[in-house]
């Protein structure tokens, strides 16, 4: 199944779940219309971990075979109202691979940056997210050199906060991060990064 298909599958599930809790959560009492508390305030915490299909490509080429590897994410920050949260992203993909003359190398692809996500509905989880930042992806080899490249980065997903209790919530995101990275007198390299993951999100 393409990547398109997956996205659009799983916003389409993430949607109807969406439209019944917030149809569930609001309501009507006699002429009153009574609406509940938001789910969302202040400072919020989120660590989580999935899935990561990493592909590049130089200048004008073709992407590469995307290949599946562990993602790790912390993020952060606050609440200015119901319908939006702001703060900062920590994240970072991981290939620890020998090569073909036994050295051992890790491959990584990591990400700073400022994200919003928007919930259009108010009583519902269902949030859309973007973020800018700046990316860097690098090679080890243990016990030797380490090459690395940094860049401009921007993302953009889809994910539901599943409330656990007052202060926590599971939050299974789908998200595409875009990497650019300009080498002098060398083609530009172009990263993407496309992650199916989930996240424990603390509100104190």
């Known amino acids: ?42 400072f919020w915490l989120a660590g989580g971990a999935g899935i990561g299909q990493e592909s590049y ?20 920050g606050g609440t200015p109202d119901q319908h939006l949260r702001l703060g900062g992203e920590l994240s970072s993909w991981v290939n620890p691979y020998t090569d073909d ?24 989880g269902l949030f859309l997210k973007g973020g800018v930042g700046i990316g860097a992806t690098a090679a080890s080899v243990a016990g030797g050199n380490t090459t690395t490249e940094t860049g401009f980065m921007m993302q953009y997903g889809v994910g539901y906060d599943i409330r656990l209790g007052r202060s926590l919530a599971l939050t299974p995101t789908v998200e595409l991060a875009k990497h650019r ?17 989930i996240a424990l999100t603390y509100q104190p």
């Open 101 to 124: 003359e036994g050295f051992d190398i890790t491959e990584t692809l990591n990400a700073v940056s400022l994200i919003g996500q928007f919930y259009p509905i108010r009583t519902a």
């Open 1 to 42: 199944m393409s990547r398109f298909l997956r996205s659009t599958l799983l916003l389409a599930i993430v949607g109807v779940v969406a439209f019944q809790s917030a149809a569930a959560q609001g309501g009507r009492r006699g002429l009153v219309e009574v609406k509940p508390e938001g789910p969302r305030r202040g």
């Open 181 to 197: 990275f300009n080498q002098r007198d060398e083609p530009t390299l172009h990263e993407r990064l496309f992650t199916i993951g």
């Open 57 to 76: 490509r130089f200048g004008n080429d073709p992407f590469t075979e995307e290949l599946g590897k562990p993602v790790f994410s912390l993020r952060l």
